[in-house]
């Protein structure tokens, strides 16, 4: 990172707001807490993404170092294309006046941008993300649970963040998800993770996994969701056939993104 010396005085500012917010911000969450424009953020994020300062990411930023390697702002640098478009993807199932739970997950952050687009929604989330994209706009109303920080997930877990999430009837979760095993279904490296998806699963009529396609390839300790209570997966390739087969048999839809070239 570059000597703090040679930084702005806005710069400065911009570097310590991502500190206060756990290392990773998007740019509205920025531009809100600076009291500036987003436009003015963007500038500023590219003068210290040359400076080595941060590292710049779809809609946002976070510190550079090493420290950042396996965080959430180090996930959500990955596979920022396909992302965006599974995200246009799923928002484009939401209903405006719907009840939804958002997770932590980084392609779960990229629909939450998407449905700033929408209007009247309830959103039930323990991301500190979504709850900033889409609290007190066009009318939504967002429900941050409780339970213990993880800073590396921005967002709550635990015993208190699934009795609170029991309480409400959703239209609609969407999840992500580290793995996804013919098996097995869904996984997780996080039990407290793979823990509050299934409960949300069980609150919800319909739910929705939002993964980028590297991810089929992955492995995972932790189940979440009974995999038949997934109604879709939403997605950028076609998975394999034995992944397509096991989701076929469980009954979930899968859905894929258009690509960019046919957008």
């Known amino acids: 990172m570059s000597d703090s010396l040679s930084l702005s005085h806005r710069e400065m500012e911009l570097v310590d707001a991502l500190r206060r917010l756990g290392g990773s911000a998007r740019s509205a969450e920025l531009a809100k807490m600076l009291d500036v424009s987003e ?3 963007r500038r ?3 003068a210290l993404n040359k400076a080595g300062a941060v590292q710049r990411v779809h809609g946002g930023a976070f510190l550079a170092g090493p420290q950042s390697a396996t965080s959430f702002a180090r996930r959500i640098s990955e596979n920022q294309k396909e992302k965006a478009r599974i995200a246009a993807l799923a928002a484009g199932h939401v209903r405006d006046g719907m009840a939804l739970f958002l997770d932590v997950g980084s392609t779960t952050a990229f629909v939450a941008e998407e449905l700033r687009q929408k209007t009247g929604l309830i959103v039930v989330t323990n991301s500190i993300g979504a709850a900033q994209s889409l609290a007190n706009h066009n009318g939504n109303r967002v429900h941050f649970l409780g339970g213990e920080m993880q800073s590396n997930e921005r967002g709550t877990f635990g015993f208190v963040a699934e009795q609170q999430l029991r309480r409400f009837a959703l239209d609609l979760a969407i999840l992500s998800a580290d793995a996804l095993s013919a098996k097995q279904g869904v996984l997780y490296h996080s039990a407290d993770e793979a823990q509050l998806a299934s409960v949300a699963a069980e609150c919800a009529q319909q739910v929705a996994i939002a ?10 300790p932790h189940c979440g969701p009974e995999p038949r209570k997934i109604t879709v997966l939403f997605t950028d390739q076609e998975p394999g056939k034995k992944l397509s087969a096991a989701l076929a048999g469980w009954g979930v839809k899968t859905e894929v993104a258009p690509s960019g070239k046919e957008n």
């Not at 993964?211 to 995972?220: I, L, W």
Request: glycine content about 0%; charged content about 25%; proline content about 6%.
């Open 44 to 46: 500023t994020i590219k």
């Open 211 to 220: 993964m980028a396609h590297p991810k089929f390839a992955e492995t995972a």
């Open 39 to 41: 436009e003015t953020v």
